[in-house]
Nanobody, 121 residues
């Protein structure tokens, strides 16, 4: 079993920045993928970004150039720095954990509880 604990999120004005963190614990990790999805009210959960322990990273087109994912393998933690936030970034952000890098929820076996990000115009 893997447990994911998220932190960060909150309310910010458009153009502002926020940073999310997600720490994984539980079973011993070797090669794995961690990433972020988001879900706005009435919409499906959508891919934001993911990164493998080997350093491969994939971003959704909507966040390229604005969001940056980083990771600390020693701490099994990923960070999502979100810059130039827009009202359309408003959603619940979920940390995800799996073993293959993919852009659909089916690739991920474990999920965080979600953290709300609200961007006001």
């Amino acid at each position: 079993q893997v447990q994911l604990v998220e932190s960060g999120g909150g309310l910010v004005q458009a153009g502002g920045s926020l940073r999310l963190s997600c720490a994984a614990s539980g079973r011993t990790f070797e090669s794995y993928v961690m990433g972020w999805f988001r879900q706005a009210p009435g919409k499906e959960r959508e891919f934001v970004v993911a990164t493998s322990s080997g350093g491969t990273t994939d971003y959704a087109d909507s966040v390229k150039g604005r969001f940056i994912i980083s990771r600390d393998n020693a701490k099994n933690t990923v960070y999502l720095q979100m810059n130039s936030l827009r009202p359309e970034d408003t959603a619940v952000y979920y940390c995800a954990f799996g073993w293959s890098l993919g852009t659909t929820p089916a690739y991920y076996s474990y999920w965080g509880q979600g953290t709300q990000v609200t961007v006001s115009s």
